[in-house]
């Protein structure tokens, strides 16, 4: 199934190509994006990368979406850690195109996939989080609906935690 909104397209991972996967791959082995993510890089090879994305998609661990702009792979966005009731997530996103960093597309991203968790997937609940100083991805969560409930600890690392229920955000869509 696949998810539009006026300039990007959300498309299953698992019918990414091959170049989507190679520049998904580069996007995990980049310094600075692993630092927003509070993680490091990965160092395991393409094939074993793609082997375990492709594993966790099938076995239903997760729901991977690649975020295309103007046909072009520029990230993912994905619910994991599913509880099936009530039917819940975490999110997580990843724009990978330095380029395209705060232009509104990570915000376009967001409101597509949770309307395709809550409409399509019936979630009822979505959670994420990300490190306190990432101010530009707090924006963008809080601007689509997500609300912050506290912080905690990782080492040096200090995260910043949100959630959307399914009712806060049917409420948001009627006042937009």
């Given amino acids: 199934m696949t998810v539009a909104t006026h300039s990007l397209e959300l498309r299953p991972m698992l019918e990414m190509q091959p170049r989507d996967w190679a520049q998904f791959y580069r996007y995990f082995r980049d310094k600075e ?5 509070g993680a490091s890089p990965i160092f395991m090879p393409l094939w074993l990368f793609k082997r375990i994305v492709i594993g966790e998609e099938k076995s239903g661990e997760r729901i991977g979406l690649a975020i295309y702009l103007e046909q072009v792979f520029i990230g993912s966005i994905e619910l994991y850690d599913i509880v099936e009731f009530p039917k819940s997530a975490v999110l997580g996103i990843l724009l990978g195109d330095k380029k395209i960093w705060g232009m509104g597309y990570g915000t376009q991203a967001l409101r597509a996939a949770l309307t395709f968790a809550f409409v399509n997937k019936s979630f009822q609940r979505i ?15 809080e601007r689509v609906g997500f609300r912050f409930y506290g912080t905690t600890d990782a080492g040096k690392r200090r995260f910043a935690h949100y959630e959307l229920t399914k009712n806060s955000w049917l409420e948001l869509q009627q006042k937009i």
């Avoid at 994006?33 to 993510?37: K, R």
């Avoid at 959670?127 to 969560?141: G, H, I, P, V």
């Fill in 33 to 37: 994006i692993a630092q927003l993510n």
């Fill in 127 to 141: 959670t994420l989080q990300t490190l306190e100083d990432n101010l530009r991805a707090r924006k963008s969560f």
